[in-house]
């Protein structure tokens, strides 16, 4: 177990419509980071936060977008999907030390 | 793009013998390197890492190689046990890794046979 938590596991929408995955870092991580993982692809980075700020910017579609809250739990959410936005997404949480630790991952299927 | 590459989508190895998984790279602003082993249902755990002042690092049954002149990597795991299987990915960042800064390989199988 990483200590990083996402919700939900698996999510199945349709084409058009708008989702939110939610991520809950590492107790005491300050840094938050989504990944996009499409089908025989490798981890696309997708942004960073850290302490409620963005902090880094990836290969983000601008119909997706994140935050994250003063508890530090972060949202991704993703508007107006397609069928290609089906992916695993992961959130990924680190400390000092720039290591990341990823949660389970999210299944988005968009049918 | 693919800066990173894995070309080995998969690879079977038998219990007690060497695990050998590749990586290349292209983008020589690279300097510090990360294998990361990701078992199904569950997201990717990091497994070892070298900095590009080294050649090699150890760790346990895992050492991990460093050619910098061929821009080639390897993961040794020796010796192998079917806990192992798994799917390994390579990644590769321009400075200590953060993880806003990684660029990942798409990753190989390893399934370890009895």
């Known amino acids: 177990d990483s200590g990083v938590t996402q919700t939900p596991k698996h999510l199945i929408t349709a084409t058009g419509q708008r989702v939110t995955l939610r991520c809950s870092p590492r107790?005491?991580?300050?840094?938050v980071y989504w990944y996009q993982q499409s089908l025989d692809q490798g981890l696309q980075f997708l942004i960073q936060?850290?302490?409620?700020?963005?902090?880094a910017k990836g290969n983000i579609l601008e119909r997706f977008s994140a935050q994250q809250f003063p508890d530090l739990h972060s949202e991704l959410n993703l508007s107006s999907l397609e069928l290609g936005d089906s992916a695993l997404y992961f959130c990924?949480?680190?400390?000092?030390?720039?290591?990341?630790?990823f949660g389970q991952g999210t299944r988005l299927t968009v049918v | 793009d693919q800066q990173v590459k894995q070309n080995s989508p998969s690879l079977s190895v038998q219990e007690g013998r060497i695990s050998i998984l590749n990586c290349d790279y292209t983008?020589?602003?690279?300097?510090?390197f990360l294998w990361y082993k990701k078992y199904p249902a569950e997201g990717p755990t990091f497994l070892i890492s070298?900095?590009?002042?080294?050649d090699k690092n150890e760790d346990g049954r895992f050492t991990v190689f460093l050619n910098k002149s061929a821009k080639h990597l390897s993961l040794h795991i020796v010796p192998s046990q079917p806990g192992d299987s798994a799917v390994y990915f390579c990644?590769?960042?321009?400075?200590?890794?953060?993880?806003?800064?990684?660029?990942f390989g798409t990753g190989t199988r390893l399934q370890v046979t009895l």
């Open positions: 990924a949480s680190s400390s000092i030390d720039t290591k990341a630790f």
């Open positions: 107790s005491g991580d300050l840094s």
């Open positions: 936060y850290y302490n409620g700020e963005e902090r």
């Open positions: 983008n020589s602003m690279f300097d510090y």
């Open positions: 070298i900095s590009s002042i080294k």
């Open positions: 990644a590769a960042s321009p400075n200590t890794g953060t993880a806003s800064k990684l660029t």
